[in-house]
């Protein structure tokens, strides 16, 4: 009896390891400064997780003192039964500037440039989203589409940063007009 319980527990956990790694897939995107990329996605259905991070750059351990060639970024983990990568792309066209290459709101330079980083496989469906969200403002996009490379967690204040510090996240965020702008690129669309 112990046998014929030990197999079928087994076979159980051969069963359940791969529908437990299909609940779970990843997603990184550059918007600016990422305290504000990882709110935004936090506060959507279906993502278990963003972590704030650098990456798109050649630098060992990268710091938010030390990221030079880095881009601020944002790992979003989520779960690809409650929300598909085509609305975590529709979200974050929606949520930053994406005609503006330089930068994002107040925050200037290639550290806080907008990216969809992807895997090869994710690449098709980035091109596409950028291809509607082009038809639907009827201008130009500037974010690009990279390749993802080693994704590097940011120090620990800056997880949840929002959470953490609500009355400084807010006036940073209000400070920058990120939501103003947001609106303005998107209004009546």
Known sequence: MRAVLTVFALALMAVAGPVAAQTRAEAVFAGGCFWCVESDFEHLDGVIEAES???GGTLANPTYRNHEGHTEAVRVIYDP???SYAQLLSHFWRHHDPLDAGGQFCDRGPSYR????VTPQQRGEAEASRAEAQRTLGRAIATPIEPLGRFWRAEEYHQDYYEKNPVQYR???????RDQRVAGVWRGR
């Open 53 to 55: 991070g650098y990456t």
């Open 81 to 83: 039964g409650r929300v």
């Open 114 to 117: 907008p990216v969809v980083f």
């Open 171 to 177: 006036f940073y965020r209000f400070r920058c007009g």
